[in-house]
Every structure is written in C-alpha cells, then in structure tokens.
C-alpha cells in the first residue's frame, strides 16, 4: 500500500516536469513571426552614419538583411519615417537628416531607399513593415528644418516638449494629414505592414507639461476630462488608419509596438499585475482597446522586461497579453539591447532571452518576437544571435497567417521539373492558375527530401528556400554527388496563405567524375 502511494506520489511530483520539459525541445513552428527593428533615427542600426554614398548604404543593407537571414528572421521592421521625414522617395515630407546629414537633401537621383529595402528583402524571404513614427517632428531643440518641413508650413500643429516639437493629436487636420502621408506609402510601395511604435503621446518629464490646453478648448466636443480626450484622438487616428489601408490594400498589415503594460491591476482590476508605467494614463494611448476593436492586424507589446523583474514580469505581461489577444495576433518585443546590461542582474544571464523565447512558444495565442535593435544582435546580443541561428530559429519559418484579412490560399504551381546538373539542380514551374479571390503566386516555397525522408510540408527542416518573389525557377547548388533527392515547390499569396504542394519530383545527382 505504501510502496504504492510512494509510486503514486512520484509520478504526481515529477510528470509535470516532464511534461514541461518536452515541449523545449520541440522543432520550432513552421509559422512564427521573427522580426527586428531596424533604427534609423540618429543613425542607430542604418545608414552607419550620414552622407554615405548610395553604394554603402546599399552594401549596409544588405549586410544588415543578410545577417539577420542567417539568424532566421523573416521580417524587417524598417524606421521610415523618424520624425516627420522621409527615407523613401514618394513622400510629401523632406528627406531625412540622418541619411544624408541635412533635411531636405536627396541621395543620388534614381536611388529610393525604401524600394531597395522592400526588393533586397522579399528576395531572402522576409517580410518589410514600414515604420512610421507619427507625432514626433524632431529629436532635439536644435533641429535645423527644411522649408519642406511641416512645423515650417503650419507651425500651429505643433507643441514643445522637452525641447522637441511634436504633432498635436488633437487637431483634426494634423491626424488627416498622418493618414495620408502613411497612404503615400500605402498606395507607392509594395510593404507588407505599417508599423507604429510606442511614441503617442509623450513620455512624462518631470517640469514639463504638454501644451494643448487651447486644442482641448477647441476640439473637446462632448469630453470633459482632458485624459480621456486626448485618448480619444489616438483611437480616431488608429480607426481611421486602419480603414484606410485596408481600403487601398487588403494585403497590408497594421501593426503597433506600444509600451508593455497597458494598465496595472491597481489602476484597472482587468489590467496587469504589474506597477509600472502603463500606456493608458501616462502616454494616453488605450493600447488593448485596438485590438479589442480589431483595428490592428497585430499587436507587438515591448516587454524590455526579465522574468524576475518585481514590478513588471516578464512572463505576467506574456500572459495578460495572450489573455487579452482578442483573436488578433500578439509578437512580443524583446530587449536584445539590454543583454549583458548593468540595468537587472538577470540581463547577463545568456539563457534570458532564449529562455523568453521558449516561453513564448508555449503560448498557442503568441506569434512571435520582435527584437530591438538589429545593431545589438550583433554587439551586446551576439550570444542571442547564435542561439537564434543554431537553435532556436534554425529552420526557416513563414509568417502566421491573418484569416481575417484573407483565408483564401493560392491554387499550386503547375509543371514542375528538376534536372540534375554540373552547377546544381534546376528547378522550374509554372505559375499557378488564379485563386478564387483572383490571386497567383507572390512567393513560393521550395522543400527538398533525402532518400528515405518522409514527405510532408509540415516539418520546416524540409524548407530550402522561401521567396516572397514571384521568380520561377531555382538551382539547388547545395546537393551531394551520388545521392537522390526529392522536391516540392508551394505558392505563398500576399498574405502568405500557402498552396497545396507541386510535386514531388526526384532527381538523381551524378558522382562527380574524379
């Protein structure tokens, strides 16, 4: 009877752990989103520094790109607009200071930023969200504007605080011209997302105090308390926003990166049992009603925060993250600059962030990450960066799918062929014939097998190849001599819904003659 109780007691003790072990070393997911903002204000990530010629900043790049590829990413958070400026070309506000060193000053002619960014990315599979900044115009009270500047042409949008000019929210005008400077882009690049981070309203200051007591005086309609008003112009500009795009472009993404807490339990019993600063009464941005009102596609909480952080957890905030998803898709930011930092002892513990990143995969209502900065990976994080690539995101992965944007999936590509080589083995297919909401292909997947291997698309050790380009061919020049292989190739839809495979067709590559 003991001896059974004791065995009895065993298993209740010990089979949580095991069952909690199992799933961290589960192959990674073939969905996950694996992003990384890329910083342009004050030259953080890129360009280096300004006044590069366009050769360098494109070699940057393309460095940048392909280290973050070899890491596994498939998705570039791009800054393209820091503080009322441009790195793009199509843009009704001036170039910006830090790509050339002044306002206003274009690269060489022909040469679009953002264009290259969005080719050189699709061409390794990953995804380009456009940043926007919306209501910061300057990083500091010296500030040299172009004549192109908007503060230039309607100074009276804007407030000083601490020393840097800011949008006022509560102007109608101001939010209708946001929109469409974002539409600008929208309607003249292929981008995958719009991206805003977490700067609304401002950071608190201590001895300074926004200025818009006249704009509360003029536009307060039926509100009475100024707290709840200036939430309110938030909100109008994320609605409108995200009608907007939408209405131009199914396909694109609306995504926002606010603070982590939106309110603490103390301020709100549905908020998070934290006590940090929270986006709802500090920056006056509702954060969790967006995604309630299903006004952004995902939702991208910066939790800069360790597990053992007393006033903000990193895993409470996971949580009440996931707890409050309502059906939209959740990527967690993560503090890959903090690592090894004197801020939290836990930052110089290597397994951090890792450890955070399995967390989250334990998590069915979590999609993904998103680290800050892509410079970090490889200064501070380096250690981050390679158990990303030799572990954690070891194998390719597609972008989570958005059923309510789009659940309909391209038809399979036609025709495909391999033929083994001296330079590799060529692949070629047909384009797939439209889908039933009038889609081909804007991207393919291609799957090799060994001899023996099982054949499935569900095991994304199986990926060789992701393109989000529309490119029908492929020669696989990493095969052995003397061995079999076996292929299929899928189509990916703009919002990478994959097709039925094409396929599989084996190939017998030829001993390579001494």
């Known amino acids: 009877m003991l001896k059974n109780f004791l065995y009895a007691l065993l298993i209740v003790t010990i089979l949580p752990y095991i069952l909690n072990a199992q799933p961290l070393t589960k192959i990674a997911p073939k969905r996950e989103f694996r992003g990384v903002w890329v910083a342009t204000v004050t030259n953080i990530d890129w360009p280096s520094r300004p006044g590069l010629s366009v050769d360098q900043q494109k070699q940057e790049l393309i460095g940048i790109l392909e280290r973050h590829k070899a890491q596994g990413m498939n998705a570039i958070i791009l800054q393209v607009r820091p503080a009322g400026d441009a790195f793009y070309a199509k843009s009704r506000e001036p170039w910006s200071q830090w ?26 599979g990953m995804e380009l969200h456009a940043w926007f900044n919306p209501y910061r115009a300057s990083m500091s009270s010296s500030t040299v504007f172009s004549d192109s500047h908007a503060f230039k042409k309607h100074p ?23 929109i469409q400077v974002i539409l600008d882009v929208v309607k003249e690049y292929d981008v995958d997302g ?44 994320i609605k409108q926003l995200d009608d907007s795009i939408h209405h131009y472009k199914k396909w694109v993404k609306f995504g926002i990166s606010p603070f982590g807490i939106w309110r603490n339990k103390r301020e709100d019993p549905e908020g998070s049992a934290s006590s940090g600063l929270s986006n709802y009464a500090e920056l006056f941005a509702d954060s969790r009603k967006w995604v309630r009102e299903g006004w952004v596609d995902y939702i991208n909480p910066q939790i800069y925060f360790t597990f053992t952080r007393r006033v903000a957890p990193f895993g409470t ?36 962030v890792p450890n955070q990143i399995r967390y989250i995969r334990e998590n069915n209502r979590i999609q993904g990450s998103v680290y800050f900065s892509s410079k970090s990976l490889s200064t501070v994080a380096r250690s981050v960066a390679d158990s990303l690539k030799n572990d954690l995101y070891k194998y390719q992965a597609l972008p ?75 020669i696989d020049t990493s ?23 094409s396929g599989p067709v084996g190939v017998e590559v030829p001993l390579a003659k001494e």
């Open 194 to 237: 719009i991206h805003f981070d977490d700067y609304f309203y401002p950071y608190k200051l201590e001895g300074q105090t926004i200025n818009d007591s006249n704009t509360f005086n003029k536009y307060k309609e039926n509100f009475t308390d100024i707290g709840d008003w200036r939430r309110n112009n938030v909100n109008v500009l």
């Open 156 to 178: 009276e949008w804007f407030f000083t605080y601490g020393g840097k000019k800011q949008f006022d929210p509560g102007i109608p005008e101001v939010r209708e011209y946001i």
């Open 317 to 352: 905030l996971v949580d009440w993250w996931s707890n409050n998803s309502y059906g939209r898709h959740v990527y967690i930011g993560q503090g890959a600059y903090l690592v090894n930092s004197r801020a939290e002892l836990a930052w110089r513990n290597l397994s951090e």
């Open 99 to 124: 790509l050339m060193g002044r306002q206003g000053l274009a690269p060489a002619p022909g040469y679009d930023p953002l264009t290259f960014a969005i080719k050189e990315a699709h061409f390794r």
């Open 400 to 474: 989570p799918q958005m059923p309510w944007l789009d659940e309909i999936a391209p038809n399979q590509p036609q025709q495909l062929s391999a033929d083994a080589l001296k330079d590799g083995v060529h692949l070629k297919w047909e384009r797939p014939l439209k889908a039933s909401d009038g889609e081909t292909a804007s991207g393919y997947v291609i799957y090799r097998f060994a001899e023996g291997e099982k054949i499935s698309v569900l095991d994304p050790k199986n990926i060789l190849k992701i393109s989000f380009e529309d490119y029908v061919s492929f």
């Open 479 to 501: 095969i052995e001599s003397g061995k079999r292989y076996s292929y299929l190739v899928t189509a990916l839809d703009r919002l990478k819904n994959e097709s039925e495979p």
